[in-house]
């Protein structure tokens, strides 16, 4: 919120923070999409789950500290409108549903990874394609500062961090699992 109409689509964190910007409250939020066309709009999805990996050397929070905080709980809700990764900025962002919202808990140590059942979520985007467009990440609290959590993005050097969507799901009568990528 520092920079409300800055573009961040090429930031090595995927993030949501809320923390202080030359003492004033700024927040993040983040946004990812991944391709899931190779998936049957009638699967049976079996599972699905989000991998997030705490990204040690992000840009912002505390080095090293990634998951820091004592309220850092965030929510991952599903997109509803379009959003252009290179476009996209604060006062721009896309509307988001609370329908089958995941929360992530607060972490219990300062570099924590995640793996976050989506499974719903995933069942309806596939399901409602047009009113699906990705998931956004941000603080539960977005008042109490000093709250972060910062996993590595698509966009960093290591790509042991990046996000990864894992769906195991059911066409007609044989089970696939897929590894799918960010758009």
Same mark, same amino acid.
């Given at each position: 919120?520092?920079?409300?109409?800055?573009?961040?689509?090429?930031?090595?964190?995927?993030?949501?923070?809320?923390?202080?910007?030359?003492?004033? @409250?700024? %927040?993040?939020?983040? +946004?990812?999409?991944?391709?899931?066309? *190779?998936?049957?709009? !009638?699967?049976?999805? /079996?599972? =699905?789950? @989000?991998? %997030?990996?705490?990204? +040690?050397?992000?840009?912002?929070?505390? *080095?090293?500290?990634? !998951?820091?905080?004592? /309220?850092? =709980?965030?929510?991952?809700?599903?997109?509803?409108?379009?959003?252009?990764?290179?476009?996209?900025?604060?006062?721009?962002?896309?509307?988001?549903?609370?329908?089958?919202?995941?929360?992530?808990?607060?972490?219990?140590?300062?570099?924590?990874?995640?793996?976050?059942?989506?499974?719903?979520?995933?069942?309806?985007?596939?399901?409602?394609?047009?009113?699906?467009?990705?998931?956004?990440?941000?603080?539960?609290?977005?008042?109490?500062?000093?709250?972060?959590?910062?996993?590595?993005?698509?966009?960093?050097?290591?790509?042991?961090?990046?996000?990864?969507?894992?769906?195991?799901?059911?066409?007609?009568?044989?089970?696939?699992?897929?590894?799918?990528?960010?758009?």
């Amino acid at each position: 919120t520092q920079q409300p109409d800055v573009n961040y689509g090429t930031l090595v964190d995927f993030e949501s923070v809320t923390w202080t910007c030359q003492s004033v @409250l700024c %927040l993040g939020r983040a +946004l990812i999409q991944f391709d899931l066309s *190779s998936i049957p709009a !009638t699967a049976h999805i /079996d599972t =699905a789950f @989000l991998y %997030l990996y705490a990204n +040690l050397n992000g840009v912002n929070g505390i *080095s090293g500290q990634p !998951t820091y905080g004592n /309220d850092n =709980a965030a929510y991952l809700r599903r997109i509803t409108q379009t959003w252009d990764e290179n476009a996209v900025t604060w006062n721009n962002q896309p509307n988001t549903t609370t329908q089958d919202e995941v929360v992530l808990p607060q972490s219990t140590s300062t570099a924590q990874d995640y793996v976050l059942d989506i499974k719903n979520m995933v069942k309806t985007s596939i399901q409602n394609p047009s009113t699906s467009y990705g998931f956004m990440m941000s603080e539960v609290n977005e008042v109490n500062y000093y709250n972060s959590l910062v996993f590595g993005s698509s966009d960093d050097q290591n790509s042991n961090i990046h996000p990864k969507l894992r769906a195991c799901y059911t066409p007609a009568n044989s089970i696939a699992e897929d590894e799918l990528n960010t758009i």
